[in-house]
């Protein structure tokens, strides 16, 4: 069922804005330290295409709707999802970085363009990328150099 349009924007601005902010914390990230993971965790680089292909799994659902097929997801917690991540982002083995966060803009452009008429369009199928979006960009803050 399509939703009001002052709806249908305000959530699309609410996606955009946690995307942006998200863009802007991997772009705060200096260059040369981009494709260098911290110890405990993955570098900006692969933060960039772990998020672009979450991205892409929306695309698809939305797609997967729009054909009447049901809602799929990959696992969303566990060993099961954790597998999932790490196989999806050995497929970029070896992606430079300015590749990655090109493929970073490409996934949610396309997104969006999908988001802005689908009527499946629900708070409730963005609160995980709005989530997932803030919980990267914090840590991707916390990395940032001191001023």
Do not use: C
């Not at 590749?99 to 949610?108: G, K, R, T, V």
């Not at 919980?135 to 001023?147: E, I, T, V, W």
């Amino acid at each position: 069922m399509a939703i009001p349009i002052r709806e249908r924007l305000k959530l699309l601005q609410r996606v955009s804005a946690d995307w942006l902010d998200l863009r802007r914390a991997l772009h705060a990230i200096p260059a040369q330290r981009r494709a260098t993971a911290p110890p405990d965790g993955w570098s900006a680089r692969d933060i960039a295409i772990h998020v672009a292909n979450w991205d892409e799994e929306l695309t698809r659902v939305l797609l997967d709707l729009s054909e009447g097929l049901p809602e799929s997801w990959p696992p969303l917690s566990g060993p099961e999802r954790d597998a999932w991540n790490a196989q999806r982002l050995a497929e970029f083995a070896g992606l430079p970085v300015d590749d990655a966060l090109d493929y970073f803009e490409q996934a949610h452009f396309e997104l969006m363009e999908l988001l802005e008429q689908s009527p499946y369009l629900s708070a409730e199928l963005l609160k995980p990328a709005t989530d997932h979006y803030r919980q990267h960009a914090q840590s991707l803050r916390r990395r940032q150099p001191r001023r």
